[in-house]
């Protein structure tokens, strides 16, 4: 049983920087496909950034790319999140999730291609 757990939330003001960490417990999910997802009040949730298990390959969505980073470090069974330029209408709350059905190379980036869901952090990034 893999268990997540988020952290490194929290306000910050627009043009901001956060870095969430996921952290595996349990069992390693280096060979396992990794997203951030986020929801916002009255949304539905959706994919953010998602890392293969290799780490070799990554996908942003549009609305983050060239701002947001995704990475993940083996040895410690965590990945992060790097948030740069944040944005009012990035404020959600922000899950990190496994996937084992793309084994080491692959990742989804959707909601049911992962089974593996953290509790999430809170990110408020004010204006």
């Known amino acids: 049983q893999v268990q997540l757990v988020e952290s490194g939330g929290g306000l910050v003001q627009a043009g901001g920087s956060l870095r969430l960490s996921c952290a595996a417990s349990?069992?390693?999910?280096?060979?396992?496909?990794t997203g951030w997802f986020r929801q916002a009040p009255g949304k539905d949730r959706e994919i953010v950034a998602a890392?293969?298990?290799?780490?070799?390959?990554?996908y942003y969505a549009a609305s983050v790319k060239g701002r947001f980073t995704i990475s993940r470090d083996g040895a410690k069974n965590a990945v992060y999140l790097q948030m740069n330029s944040l944005k009012p209408e990035d404020s959600a709350v922000y899950y990190c999730?496994?996937?084992?059905?793309?084994?080491?190379?692959?990742?989804?980036?959707?909601?049911?291609?992962?089974?593996?869901w953290g509790q999430g952090t809170q990110v408020t990034v004010s204006s």
């Open positions: 999730a496994v996937g084992s059905r793309w084994g080491s190379s692959g990742y989804g980036i959707r909601n049911y291609d992962y089974e593996h």
């Open positions: 349990g069992r390693t999910f280096s060979n396992y496909a």
């Open positions: 890392i293969s298990g290799t780490g070799v390959y990554a």
